[in-house]
């Protein structure tokens, strides 16, 4: 089965600073790999997501990913957050074939941006 | 609709009572799913609709849960005799559920938020 971890669960930078939030995967096979954010009282919203191919995965909103298979990470960027930002992220890995695919969250990680 | 959305956006009841959770998927999705989410926790995957028939309950608490789906649309969460333990966030989510594409990305709703008193 597969799992996700998210090793932070708080981070706080300030506007204008780069961001990297951690996510770790385990899973027996190329996993697909995703990162949504959920700002305050909204429901998940896809950023980005990685499949195949290419292993810097670019998003909305300026975030982007890359895909290191030999660390099973997955891990978030922005070079430059802005107080918007400020909302939980979760990585997931999904598994599965055909039309299903059972998807694991991680814990999330709360951004705070101070001014 | 454009996106997924959930009735109602937020629900008290009072322990011991039934519930029942709302979502209408993007159309044409053939795949619907439930997760909850506790106050400051992840989500927890309850369960899989691929059309109207569910091949993944496994993540359903306890017999006090129960889903349904109708038309291939409208799916409805039904919790029985409702407990504390109960109070959280109920997502839902659609994808298009298409055989081979093997990149069935999840849209999500807004959630309901339920509190059990």
């Known amino acids: 089965a597969q799992s996700v971890t998210q090793p932070d669960i708080h981070i706080t930078v300030s506007e204008g600073a780069s961001l990297e939030l951690r996510c770790n995967y385990s899973y027996g096979a190329t996993p697909y790999l995703f990162w949504y954010v959920q700002s305050p009282g909204q429901g998940l919203q896809l950023l980005l997501k990685y499949f195949s191919g290419d292993t810097l995965v670019q998003g909305i909103k300026g975030f982007e990913a890359e895909f290191k298979r030999s660390q099973s990470s997955f891990n978030l960027r922005k070079p430059s957050v802005h107080w918007s930002d400020a909302a939980e992220y979760f990585c997931?890995?999904?598994?599965?074939?055909?039309?299903?695919?059972?998807?694991?969250f991680g814990t999330g990680t709360k951004l705070q941006v101070i001014p | 609709g454009a996106g997924v959305s959930q009735s109602p956006s937020n629900k008290v009841t009072e322990k011991g009572k039934d519930v029942e959770l709302r979502c209408d998927p993007i159309?044409?999705?053939?795949?619907l799913y439930w997760y909850r989410q506790r106050l400051g926790q992840g989500l927890e995957f309850l369960i899989y609709f691929q059309g109207n028939s569910a091949p993944d309950k496994s993540g359903l608490p306890s017999d006090r849960f129960s889903a349904e789906r109708t038309g291939e649309s409208v799916s409805t969460l039904t919790i029985q005799r409702t407990q504390q333990e109960d109070s959280a966030v109920y997502l839902c989510a659609s994808s298009l559920g298409s055989s081979g594409t093997g990149t069935n990305t999840q849209y999500f709703g807004p959630g309901t938020r339920l509190t059990v008193l």
């Open positions: 159309s044409g999705h053939t795949a």
């Open positions: 997931a890995v999904g598994a599965g074939s055909g039309g299903y695919q059972k998807v694991t």
